[in-house]
């Protein structure tokens, strides 16, 4: 008999609670309910906090690794490895999936997702494809750009989501989103144009990188129309073949000067910690999206990104300048404007009587025609959940 035909293994419970609990004397449900009365007595900041600690400290720790040679060492394209890098973390989420798929019931998703053979060849071999040169160039990127300037190129991925979605016919093109969109690209612009520097091999690898993981996205949420997966059940799928891609690449490319100089350089045990940082990043996104709203997820998003900006150009020493600084909080406040338009315009509202509080006496008993018309404005549209690079 296998683990999943056995549901006593999988209980944390002894065999006599097990049935003293439950009727069916079923264990895995018992623990699902456990881990579920548990998950939601965790304040929601604790998910918050979890999630950027892992996805900044995951780029921080790819930009270490990526970079452990000095200078001009890196100034061989294969130095860096960033094909292995990539391989590497996807091997280990293959395992690491598949070790969960079979002790835990964290991937019960994947029993209920009819997954046949045509259907993964059309659809998730598309997405991995474009998942694995995501992976690639992000990752390139780092040899050749600033993490502070990586991230406010990293805010147009909205945008090309956006573009690619009109073009693919998933959505039809609406006014509405195209100020908000202008905006984004224009801050984008402008904090290149502040960039010291400047790079433009990093920028084109970077903007590929970018374009391919705006289909990934896309693709993905033509795939979760008609299946219920979750970052994690994705991928369970996706990193077995992503995996494969990438050790195609990494063979061709990188294998003939990788030597032993690059492991003793980063360590076994750093390798090893980089892959479970990677992994860990997987399961705060499945812990962040199902425990808080998309508001929250937006907001962290925004606010990790300026954390990375600003410990980044610390680390390093990465000068920015007030060009840069002004264009990066113009494609914020567009990014929050296009994902929650209901917040930016209550930001918006808030400022001049803000302003007007510390000049006027506040008149009580009134609401104000703007605060009345924010009642009234729907959400427009929910968040995309990014991955990016951070696998």
Known sequence: MSNRENPQKYSVLPPDRDHRDSESGDGRVIRETQEERA???????????????????????????????????LAIHSAAFPMFLTTFHLAFATCATQILYRTTNMLQG??????????????????????????????????????????????????????????????????AVLL???????????????????SWIGIFIQFGGTFTEAVRLVLMQQLLSSYDMNPLTSLYYFAPICAVMNGVAFYIFEYPTLTSKYFAAVGAVNLVANGYVAFALNISLVLLIGKTSSLVVCLSGVGKDMILVVVSSIIWSTPFTMLQLYGYSLALGGLVWYKEPQVFVHCLSVLPRFSASHSAPRRLGRQSKSDAELDEVPLARRSTQLNDDEV
């Open 180 to 198: 908000p969109v202008l905006v984004i690209v224009s801050g984008v612009f402008i904090a290149s144009l502040g960039e010291l520097a400047f």
């Open 39 to 73: 998950l939601s007595r965790v304040p929601a900041a604790v998910f918050v906090c979890f999630w950027v600690a892992c996805s900044s400290g995951l780029i921080l720790y790819n930009k270490s690794v990526l970079q452990v040679f000095p200078k001009h060492i």
């Open 110 to 175: 994947v029993d209920h997702t009819p997954m046949s053979p045509a259907i993964y060849v059309k659809a998730v071999l598309p997405i991995g494809l474009s998942f694995s040169i995501s992976l690639i160039l992000c990752n390139s990127a780092y040899m050749y750009l600033s993490v502070a300037f990586i991230q406010m190129i990293k805010s147009s991925t909205s945008v090309m989501v956006l573009v690619i979605s009109w073009i693919l016919g998933v959505s039809k093109p609406n006014r």
